[in-house]
């Protein structure tokens, strides 16, 4: 290039010199270009494993993956796309000086100048910011060399995002109350394979209004990328939003309808989520919205033998019972008895096609908004009680359930009860969800297994976490 510049001159913009520069530029662009092809290809964007051997070699990547030799790479791309910015420059004001002469000569050298500006300086300028922005790992020690990078960084082109992982250091390199000097919003991994629908989730103005997309939120949740970032935007309500029950009412009334965005689902009332209308929009725990059934739970006699009485699961324990989970999917009416008995539980709630959580927290009732990605926000040993009905059956993946019983075992304190209400499963697969059940050597109060139509089973128990003195 150096020395086009200097035919550039000697020529004075010849028609011959013109093409060749044409030629040049082009060549300049194919050069600039595949550079950045390499990197992709390198996986540098892409964290491939398998391309990134490639480039750096099987025992680099192993044994001591070569950041310095990486670093550098990128360094030396980018002062190259930097210097030929420049000169591109360079030769655009050397045109725009010669301007008498480039209007007498012919349009195509006009044409050039409007490609150079166009197409060769605006392209390198934002291919030079994208490589800017990838956020090198720093390299530490001398020794041993130790990689510091900031985590899934450089998966992320939108700056909010980028922003929302990057770490924020405490002010004045203080140490916060947490005893660490920085703190990390944290995302979760899946994020990384569903980054076109979180940047349309994390494309916002700052301090204005969200979209109207908590679906799109909680679908990304339930895809695993749980959990989600944070947003600077402002959360939409009702219209307007009246003041809820008082809870001596609130308890086992169906809430005010006006109180629920209902934009993103089926029904636009409640009166619309009964049981009976078919286009109700969700499948699980059918009625719940129907406040004469649901008072029958738990209180009534069944003609199942798996319907257990919050009465009688109390009597195991009496006085003892006074925090608990109830881990399914559902209006809170478990929540709300246990209330009058003086118990506290916390309902998970997800708005799988009706409004769960807003209902939930419209009774006065707690709803979480958790799915089955995460380990329970509780500490170990403190739960009195969790219950768990109409939310894992027989779809459940065994090794999947498994971490889930762990956590829930981690959660219990000793003495706890673990009530499963009305799991259901293939006939064939019990004895595979017995054995999981059964593998905590819980003390069983009440087990109970009744059949639910020609192949299907339910199992209900309600089991005592032992004490664990080690
Ligand atoms: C490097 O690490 C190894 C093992 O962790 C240690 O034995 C060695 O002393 C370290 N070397 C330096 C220069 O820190
Ligand atoms: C609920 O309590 C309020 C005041 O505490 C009372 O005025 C109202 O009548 C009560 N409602 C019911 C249904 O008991
Ligand atoms: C339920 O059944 C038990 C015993 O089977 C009986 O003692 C109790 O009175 C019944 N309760 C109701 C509400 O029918
Ligand atoms: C719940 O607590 C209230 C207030 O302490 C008490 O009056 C009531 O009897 C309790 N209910 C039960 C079922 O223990
Ligand atoms: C239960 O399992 C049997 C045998 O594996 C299968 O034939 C049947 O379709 C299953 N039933 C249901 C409801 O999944």
């Not at 979760?188 to 076109?196: D, I, L, Q, R, T």
């Not at 349309?200 to 103005?205: H, V």
């Not at 109207?212 to 989600?228: R, T, Y």
């Not at 699980?284 to 919050?310: A, R």
Request: proline fraction near 4%; glycine fraction near 6%; aromatic fraction near 12%.
């Amino acid at each position: 290039m150096g020395e086009s510049i200097i035919c550039f001159r000697k020529c004075r913009l010849g028609r011959v010199m013109g093409c060749i520069q044409f030629v040049l530029g082009s060549l300049v662009i194919l050069v600039s270009l595949s550079s950045l092809f390499r990197f992709y290809s390198a996986g540098f964007f892409l964290h491939d494993e398998d391309i990134c051997r490639h480039f750096y070699g099987v025992k680099d990547v192993y044994d001591s993956f070569d950041i310095r030799a990486l670093s550098s790479r990128v360094d030396e791309v980018l002062d190259k796309m930097e210097s030929l910015q420049d000169k591109f420059e360079l030769i655009v004001q050397e045109m725009e000086k010669n301007k008498d002469e480039l209007q007498k000569g012919s349009i195509p050298k006009l044409e050039y100048k409007r490609f150079l500006e166009e197409e060769v300086i605006k392209p390198l300028y934002s291919a030079h910011i994208a490589l800017r922005q990838i956020r090198m790992p720093r390299v530490e020690g001398i020794g041993n060399v130790t990689i510091k990078e900031d985590p899934l960084i450089n998966n992320f082109v939108i700056e909010e995002i980028r922003k929302y992982i990057t770490p924020k250091e405490n002010r004045h390199k203080k140490v916060n109350i947490f005893g660490t000097q920085k703190i990390y919003n944290t995302i979760g991994h899946a994020c990384v394979s569903m980054k076109k629908e979180l940047e349309e989730y994390m494309d916002y103005d700052i301090g204005s209004y969200c979209k109207d997309d908590w679906n799109i939120a909680q679908k990304l949740m339930i895809n695993g990328c749980d959990p989600l970032p944070r947003r600077r935007c402002l959360a939409r309500a009702s219209k307007l939003y009246q003041k809820p029950y008082p809870m001596n009412e609130s308890l086992w009334r169906i809430p005010d309808g006006r109180n629920v965005r209902w934009n993103n689902y089926l029904c636009r009332n409640y009166e619309c989520l009964s049981g009976k209308n078919p286009k109700r929009g969700y499948t699980k725990c059918t009625g719940c919205f129907e406040m004469e059934k649901e008072e029958l739970k738990w209180v009534t006699n069944s003609s199942l033998p798996v319907d257990f009485l919050i009465r009688d699961v109390l009597a195991v324990k009496p006085g003892e019972i006074r925090i608990g989970l109830d881990f399914g999917i559902g209006t809170g009416t478990f929540a709300a008895r246990m209330r009058e008995q003086n118990v506290t539980i916390i309902s998970t709630a997800l708005n799988l096609g009706a409004p769960f959580s807003e209902t939930i927290a419209l009774r006065g009732l707690i709803p979480l908004y958790v799915t089955l990605n995460q380990r329970l926000p509780f500490f170990d040993n403190t739960m009195d009680t969790i219950h768990t009905a109409g939310f894992m059956d027989g779809w459940i993946d065994l090794q999947l359930l498994d971490f889930i019983l762990f956590d829930w075992d981690r959660v219990l304190r000793p003495g706890g009860l673990l009530w499963i209400d009305r799991f259901f499963c293939n006939r064939t697969d019990l004895d595979d969800f017995m054995y999981m059940l059964l593998q905590f050597r819980y003390k069983k109060h009440k087990w109970s297994i009744a059949p639910k139509g020609k192949d299907e089973v339910y199992l209900s128990a309600l089991l005592e976490k032992p004490p664990r003195s080690l």
